[in-house]
């Protein structure tokens, strides 16, 4: 449509790209769900000698799919290629836990990865790359990565906890007998692990606070709680994997929120960098925060957020 004017070219490297996540991922990026259907893009797919050949199929599938936005798609093994100019990297790759385990068990096989990756970004990515770290313990490898990559802005730099943010919303809207989009300002604060904190205490149901609608607070302060924090686990117990359709829904979540303005009122939920102490937490660690942005692809932190001595203790663990 010569009358369209179409945006420039967003370069999006996604990592794992053979993998389940990505496998629901790709296909939305591509349709314009993601970024928008005035945005043309480029996937830039990185796996592993192991799995060149099911990421060669999945470049097939994408192309025969005929996306009008999707104009390039390339494929390799070499981060340091497939990093070259890229504008969002959505590191997904990595190994997953199995039934029984804590992600932090991870860390010692998948740091390394996230090392290299944030070495390669530095050196040729974007200068304002946009990182989004899916591979677990995903707060721990968003420390390792940004600190590996000294010249890009370590507040580029996200830990996925909107995937945990959508499961808490789920739960109360259950609760409460409402339509999951009645509920907002649910902040997770923390790790993405089992000692995340679920807020309900800034969270709200049509506007108003959440123990108006729900006046159960034991329930509140443990089941839903609880639920929340080992959802991820009990999937893998019962799928024998781990989530991979609802995963790359909260990485499409995660990357719209950034790139379209926050609704008034609300917010959404990120790992990110700390500095000067927000909201009293430590420096210098990842931490998942309520975050808004004006949809220029930044975040700032919410300013106006309710504290009780139950939420910062759980936040202090
Ligand atoms: C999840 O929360 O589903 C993912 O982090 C996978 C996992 O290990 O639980």
Redesign the pocket.
Known sequence: DKTKSWKKLVNIAVSGAAGMISNHLLFKLASGEVFGQDQPIALKLLGSERSIQALEGVAMELEDSLYPLLREVSIGIDPYEVFEDVDWALLIGAK??GPG?E?AA?LDINGQIFADQGKALNAVASRNVKVIV?G?P?NTNALICLKNAPNIPAKNFHA?TR??EN?AKCQLALKAGVFYDKVSNVTIWGN?STTQVPDFLNAKIDGRPVKEAIKDTKWLEEEFTMTVQK???V??QKWGR??AA??AVSIVDAIRSLVTPTPEGDSFSSGVYTTGNPYGIAEDIVFSMPCRSKGDGDYELVSDVLMDDFLWERIKK
Do not use: A, E, F
């Open positions: 997953p836990r385990m992600r991870l899916v677990n995903c996925l995937l945990d499961r993405h959802r991820g686990g999937l893998i781990s989530s609802s995963t």
